[in-house]
């Protein structure tokens, strides 16, 4: 697919069942990551926006609570032949907004069908399972635990995954019985509007699902703030979930943050070289490395070192960066000026900081001069007191450490604030198992790719996550759980 010269995009908000302007006309202009050429001007919501979002939402949810599981999924079903039959258009607005190159922005696009017919089946599955009977030996009474909807969702998303962040939260949002407003980023709106179109498109009740862009101090922060919202599910930085958290707590709403990450990829002595390259290259580079998973830290056993480094050099310099509808594209951008600079800084200062630069850090010799990119950066002999090793980067920028004993990695890879995935290379199946068990992360890949099924868990240890997405956890993340107790027999023969 080439990139359209003259493509329409939806701009308008989304609240209680039409395509709105904001309140206060106001846009914000939306780029061409690999061009830096404008594309849109998008409506710009603020907190009148979010207020007329929240009330709707909250008068959809009165019957919309009262619907069966069997009812909402077939609303996501609907929603999966939806954004099936726009796969194309989807995934070209992912490459033109995100930067993405086709073959990952189709992925994009499967992981959000994947998802909402996941959590389809979920949903039919909630009337047989809404209520559990509890039993109290020894007593007269009767205990059942209700599993219920929490009421309006707010969902807040980011740029590094458009449609596929939101997929995980939306879909189990409507499958628990929820009403939602979704804030995408300011940066990537237009898959995400395209993919609001979509459900806007199945006959959802007004109210039901509603989308406000705009920046997070103008939408993101009256949203969390809201009174009428009952639950928070934000994806982004440690920093802003932070704020979220605390601003949440004002109102006692619900809150689950999917935040940063530091991740390390841990290659035995015994690893299988050439799938140890394979996974080096995917956990930093994959997404110009903005991924809150990105096992951007390589911890590598000593005899292994020498080897595993060079070839590490020849592959990354191999790997052909530019624009994202060009073949054989295998990275693209980074997502905008202010994303660009920042990496650029990081590599800067790691080099202040004594780091020895491998290759990369600079913009790549072939790669279009108006866009935002960065060549495959690998840094070796990091000092572990740098911000190059200890900060989230989000970009393709790699840092390599030796090691010489298991314990000796291990402890090297939980010495972090995050907690997030880790990937495991080794011969040994019982190594991997008990590194596995031994890491403080959610997510432990042992001589695996970096795959996320919807039917497991997503979410990390310390300061990485609050709660969990995916799998049943997503959809307990917005449920309430109600206890009624009642006795055995009438009143009335009981006094």
Same mark, same amino acid.
Do not use: C
């Given at each position: 697919m080439n990139a359209p010269n003259d493509a329409q995009f939806l701009?308008?908000?989304y609240i209680d069942g039409r395509w709105v302007d904001g309140a206060l006309g106001r846009t914000v202009a939306v780029t061409n990551p690999a061009t830096g050429a404008?594309?849109?001007?998008?409506?710009?919501?603020?907190?009148?926006?979010?207020?007329?979002?929240?009330?709707?939402? @909250? /008068?959809?949810? +009165?019957?919309w609570r009262q619907t069966t599981g069997a009812e909402r999924a077939r609303y996501l079903r =609907?929603?999966?032949?939806e954004v099936e @039959? /726009?796969?194309? +258009?989807?995934?070209?607005?992912?490459?033109?907004?995100?930067?993405?190159?086709?073959?990952? =922005?189709?992925?994009?696009?499967?992981d959000v069908i994947g998802t909402f017919r996941y959590y389809a089946q979920l949903a039919e599955r909630l009337d047989d399972m809404t209520d559990e009977d509890v039993s109290i030996p020894s007593t007269e009474y009767r205990a059942r635990i209700c599993r219920e909807p929490c009421g309006v969702a707010a969902l807040i998303v980011p740029w590094n995954f458009p449609m596929v962040t939101t997929a995980w939260k939306l879909a189990p949002a409507l499958a628990a019985g929820c009403t939602v407003v979704l804030k995408p980023s300011e940066i990537t709106p237009l898959p995400e509007l395209e993919l609001a179109s979509a459900i806007a498109s199945v006959g959802l009740p007004a109210g039901v699902f509603n989308a406000v862009t705009g920046t997070g101090a103008d939408v993101g922060a009256p949203l969390v703030a809201h009174s009428g919202v009952r639950k928070v599910s934000f994806t982004g930085s440690t920093g802003v979930g932070q704020t979220v958290m605390k601003t949440a707590?004002?109102?006692?709403?619900?809150?689950?943050?999917?935040?940063?990450?530091?991740?390390?990829?841990?290659?035995?002595?015994?690893?299988?070289?050439?799938l140890a390259l394979a996974?080096?290259?995917a956990g930093g580079f994959f997404n110009s490395g903005q991924m809150c998973s990105a096992t951007s830290r390589v911890l590598v056993a000593r005899k292994l070192a020498p080897t595993l480094l060079a070839r590490l050099v020849e592959r990354a310099e191999r790997i052909v960066v530019g624009d994202p509808f060009a073949p054989g594209v295998q990275m693209g951008p980074l997502v905008n000026?202010?994303?660009?600079?920042?990496?650029?800084?990081?590599?800067?200062?790691?080099?202040a900081d004594g780091a020895r630069l491998l290759t990369g850090g600079g913009r790549p010799a072939d790669a279009p001069e108006q866009g935002f990119f960065i060549a495959p950066t690998i840094f070796a002999d990091v000092p572990p007191t740098s911000a190059l090793w200890r900060d989230e980067i989000f970009g393709p920028v790699l840092c390599v450490r030796v090691f010489d004993t298991e314990q000796e990695a291990v402890d090297v890879a939980n010495d972090s604030e995050y907690g997030l995935v880790a990937t495991v290379v080794t011969a040994d199946e019982a190594r991997g198992e008990r590194v596995a068990r031994a890491l403080e992360a959610g997510v432990v890949w042992v001589n695996t790719p970096q795959?996320?099924?919807?039917?497991?868990?997503?979410?990390?240890?310390?300061?990485s996550s609050v709660g969990r997405e995916l799998g049943p956890f997503g959809l307990a993340a917005f449920q309430e759980i109600k206890q009624v107790l009642t006795l055995r027999q009438p009143i009335s023969q009981s006094i």
């Open positions: 701009t308008q908000l404008h594309l849109a001007d998008v409506a710009a919501g603020t907190a009148h926006d979010v207020e007329l979002a929240v009330a709707g939402a @909250a /008068r959809a949810f +009165r019957a =609907a929603i999966v032949a @039959a /726009r796969r194309e +258009r989807l995934a070209m607005l992912q490459s033109l907004n995100n930067g993405k190159p086709q073959e990952e =922005a189709q992925t994009d696009v499967d707590a004002d109102t006692l709403k619900g809150v689950s943050l999917e935040l940063g990450g530091k991740s390390s990829i841990m290659v035995f002595d015994d690893a299988d070289v050439d996974l080096i290259e000026r202010a994303q660009f600079e920042r990496v650029r800084g990081h590599i800067e200062q790691g080099i795959l996320i099924y919807p039917q497991t868990s997503w979410g990390g240890y310390k300061r």
